[in-house]
């Protein structure tokens, strides 16, 4: 038995080497840009800079849309999950390519469609005063941008969701019905706990990508709104100050930081029944 | 169950890749030229008749803007042997001694260019030692007959109250400062502070009557009628016309960027004869007719404006703007690391607002 | 009754809010007018030039390629991964499961320079290579991040039922624990494929000369307006999955156990 399970540890290895390689040797990189300035002294000046005033209010802006998108994401993926695994067995593989389908089309694509779908005389506002209703000014605008990210993201939360809730054995559901639990007393006490795994993998990669985006803000926010992805890119690509991109770029990891102490939190429950 | 969804997925790119296999033909040549310009920026067809006439095999790479070919290039992942950077990029590339002398002897086309185009160019590239014109062009504004009753000669226009929400900036520090400063009279290459602060007022100022800061979307969203005025590039404006006739282009009369595409040969170039047999190829007349049919931007090479066989191009105003008709018109150059930090936290103050 | 038609207009308006772009897509495919904001009539111009445009078909080969190399490849690395990672103390799945998420939390350029400057100074040779390496590295985080919920969720009885009943252990993990975390799997698998083939800044920096892929493609014809070529070829590539969903569903289902 001990022999498997350091057997067990060994399937690890190729990943372990794959990260050390292909990810931790890069990010020791961006450390060593971070840390340093133009010259190649070491310097803490480019991770304090993210107290100055545009890039705080920068990264408060991606936080604050950011967040609201990946709750907009839970509260839509969550009964989704629940109705897809409801419907019939064999037609799961269909639903879920069903969901994933649309982002085959390149991202640019289908964030410029949805340019034309919103404009001032978009597609949808053409509809709306062919029905004389008044017309929507979303375009340029955070909403714009929130929508953007539900959009791109959505798939993200939807699956892990689901994902776990079909693991949830039937029986467990049939014998809090028979001992007459209602559909609320159920969703709460049993599909919600049981899913948690799923809702937290969701909510890491939601949160994440949105909130270091850049395009979405440029194309669907007009650029008028500054989020913390913009300068880190705006920092490589048009001012080349590696250094400060790099600095900013390191303040962001704290949020992985926060994320792994919310995984370690959630995965006590988990603890008790793996292999 | 689930292993359907990985046969379907492997299935349909199975039969997209029978679909479509057997388009890309790879073909042996004695030499290559490894080139890199921008997206869109080339008429594939020259590319095939240069290979046809002289055996050489041309790879082609893209890049999408300056900045993220700077980094490929200084880094040195490939090898390119000859690229089309911008003005203050060549003049950067320059500074960091990143290309090497063009001998003009062994580019006979070159001559083709004309003389106040490498006048100009020497803002950037002192002497002509380094770059050969391939496009240019200016910045102006674009306006809709229809939507804009004030007369629209000067930058002014966009601080116009009159057009809030309809108004385009370009989504770029250099081109934003640019109108700012040209608008009070003062250089675009400028490294004063109060100038630059200035400009970084009104550009504040004028950030509640702006629609969305933009780079390509200026197109699609003037001939759409999605705002009135933006500022743009003057090889769009041909095209844009075309497609929404109600368009104007003006240069603003306190003066814009003039901004000159060049071809550079790297200095750690392999192939440097090729690149030469390139870039002269990319001069002959009837060459850069070809790609300026085919990409709209002005070409500054006269012999293929001779050969122009339609009138109202070969007059417009618009490709072919008489230079000297403007005051102040300027070119840009690289400011230094801090020059650019300088200007990119001013762009920051104003974008975050 | 209710309930199930609530479901259904539940579902149906999400299906219209993520497929109202891509219809917007390709409608624009069949626009005589090459910008996208007027129209212009209808044609099929353009799928007639995008079976002549060598370079976007050669483009397509390589997306398609890569992205199915990268994600069965990070399938199978990040499937294993994720078995091994649950057998570790929870500090160690804390520490492992904390880098995972590097790749995904680095801005994509920070990524794709720094991958860049790697293969430089180990001397890879820049081409289909370097950004088959680059996008595995993406990819993998998304399947550990898929297979880890179903794997916490796991019974482990009925594994060591089995092996009760005397499976090997390789064999138990064949026939019990692999199959129960299929669907995990697969919408890693999906995932891998899906980003992979939607990347652009980690493939512009990894990529070498004259080896595109779509996303390369499309980004770099920004500068001059989108072709509506491309337009077409997504619509293309859009149906072709569409169909073949279409027919495997209705095919009747043979040995599906599950």
């Given at each position: 038995m001990r022999r498997t399970k350091a057997l067990k540890k060994m399937l690890g290895l190729p990943y372990y080497l794959w990260s050390l390689f292909f990810i931790l040797i890069p990010l020791g990189m961006v450390f060593y840009y971070g840390l340093t300035d133009r010259s190649g002294s070491l310097t803490?000046?480019?991770i304090a800079a993210i107290v100055q005033a545009e890039h705080?209010?920068?990264?408060?802006?991606a936080l604050f849309l950011a967040l609201i998108a990946t709750a907009i994401c839970l509260l839509l993926a969550y009964p989704l999950a629940l109705i897809l695994n409801t419907m019939r067995i064999s037609t799961h593989s269909f639903t879920i390519l069903i969901f994933i389908l649309p982002m085959w089309m390149n991202f640019l694509l289908r964030t410029i469609a949805w340019q034309t779908l919103l404009e001032k005389t978009g597609v949808i506002n053409g509809i709306l005063s062919f029905l004389h209703l008044p017309p929507i000014h979303v375009i340029n605008t955070p909403h714009a941008i929130i929508l953007g990210m539900v959009y791109n993201f959505l798939p993200f939360m939807v699956l892990p969701i689901y994902n776990s809730i079909s693991k949830i054995d039937r029986s467990i559901v049939n014998a809090a019905e028979d001992l007459g639990a209602n559909g609320p007393q159920i969703l709460l006490r049993i599909y919600l706990p049981l899913s948690v795994p799923g809702i937290i993998s969701g909510i890491t990669m939601v949160f994440i990508p949105a909130l270091t985006t850049f395009v979405i803000s440029k194309l669907?926010?007009?650029?008028?709104?500054?989020?913390?992805?913009n300068v880190i890119e705006e920092e490589f690509t048009l001012t080349s100050n590696w250094n400060l991109g790099s600095?900013?770029?390191?303040?962001l990891m704290l949020f992985i930081i926060f994320n792994m102490i919310l995984s370690a939190i959630f995965d006590k429950e988990g603890e008790s029944n793996y292999l | 169950m689930k292993k359907r969804i990985c046969a379907i997925t492997a299935a349909a790119s199975c039969m997209l890749l029978a679909l479509f296999s057997g388009c890309a033909g790879k073909k042996e040549a004695a030499g290559e030229v490894v080139v890199y310009n921008w997206g869109e920026y080339i008429d594939p067809d020259t590319i095939d008749l240069f290979e046809k006439e002289t055996g050489i095999k041309v790879v082609y790479d893209e890049f999408e803007t300056n900045e993220t070919m700077y980094p490929k290039v200084e880094a040195g992942a490939t090898v390119y042997d000859v690229i089309c950077p911008s003005d203050y990029m060549i003049n950067k590339m320059i500074k960091n001694g990143l290309l090497q002398e063009i001998d003009r002897e062994k580019i006979p086309n070159s001559k083709n260019i004309g003389q106040q185009y490498y006048d100009n160019a020497t803002e950037f590239d002192p002497g002509n030692r380094y770059a050969i014109p391939y496009c240019w062009g200016t910045v102006g504004i674009l306006y809709n007959k229809t939507m804009v009753d004030d007369p629209v000669d000067s930058w002014d226009i966009l601080w116009n109250e009159k057009y809030a929400d309809s108004i385009l900036m370009q989504d770029s520090v250099r081109d934003a400062f640019m109108v700012a400063l040209k608008r009070n009279g003062h250089s675009m290459n400028t490294l004063d502070l109060d100038e630059l602060t200035e400009a970084k007022n009104d550009l504040l100022a004028q950030k509640p009557l702006v629609q969305a800061y933009v780079v390509d979307q200026v197109r699609d969203k003037m001939i759409g009628n999605e705002a009135s005025i933006g500022v743009i590039y003057s090889g769009e404006a041909i095209y844009t016309q075309r497609e929404n006739p109600d368009l104007e282009y003006v240069i603003p009369k306190e003066g814009t960027n003039v901004w000159i595409d060049c071809w550079v040969i790297p200095k750690n170039a392999k192939n440097v004869e090729n690149a030469e047999k390139f870039i002269d190829f990319m001069c002959r007349g009837d060459i850069a007719l070809k790609n300026f049919e085919y990409i709209t931007y002005s070409t500054p090479n006269e012999a293929a404006r001779e050969l122009l066989d339609d009138e109202e191009i070969k007059n417009s105003e618009i490709a072919f703007p008489?230079?000297?008709?403007?005051?102040?018109?300027?070119?840009?150059?690289?400011?230094?690391d801090d020059g650019d930090e300088l200007y990119n936290e001013l762009w920051k103050e104003i974008k975050s607002r | 009754m209710i309930k199930t038609t609530l479901k259904k207009i539940y579902l149906i308006l999400i299906l219209i809010f993520l497929y109202a772009p891509i219809l917007t897509l390709i409608v624009l495919s069949f626009n005589k007018s090459k910008t996208r904001a007027k129209w212009g009539g209808f044609t099929l111009d353009w799928y007639a030039r995008l079976f002549r445009n060598e370079a976007l078909m050669g483009a397509l080969w390589n997306t398609l390629l890569i992205a199915l190399a990268a994600s069965v490849i990070s399938t199978l690395i990040g499937t294993v991964a994720a078995i091994a990672i649950m057998h570790l103390s929870r500090k160690g799945r804390t520490v492992v499961l904390g880098i995972t998420n590097i790749p995904m939390l680095n801005a994509e350029i920070v990524t794709g320079i720094s991958l860049m400057l790697l293969f430089i100074s180990f001397g890879f040779r820049f081409g289909l290579g370097t950004i088959l390496l680059a996008h595995i590295t993406f990819c993998i985080p998304y399947v550990i991040l898929s297979?880890?919920?179903r794997l916490r969720s796991l019974n482990p009885y009925t594994y060591e039922a089995a092996l009760d009943l005397g499976a090997s252990p390789l064999y138990g993990y064949v026939k019990i624990v692999i199959p129960e975390l299929m669907p995990g799997?697969?919408?890693?698998?999906?995932?891998a494929f899906t980003m992979s083939i939607d990347d652009f800044i980690i493939t512009h920096f990894t990529k070498g000369a004259g080896v595109d892929t779509l996303s390369t493609k499309i980004y770099t014809e920004v500068k001059k307006g989108i072709k509506p070529e491309v337009y077409a070829l997504s619509t293309i590539i859009f149906v072709t999955v569409l169909v073949l969903l279409l027919l495997i569903n209705k095919a009747p289902e043979k040995g599906e156990k599950k």
């Open positions: 803490f000046e480019n705080a209010k920068a990264l408060f802006y669907l926010g007009g650029s008028k709104i500054l989020l913390i992805g600095g900013l770029s390191i303040v | 008489d230079l000297s008709k403007y005051q102040d018109l300027e070119t840009y150059v690289y400011l230094g | 297979v880890m919920p799997i697969a919408s890693g698998f999906l995932m």
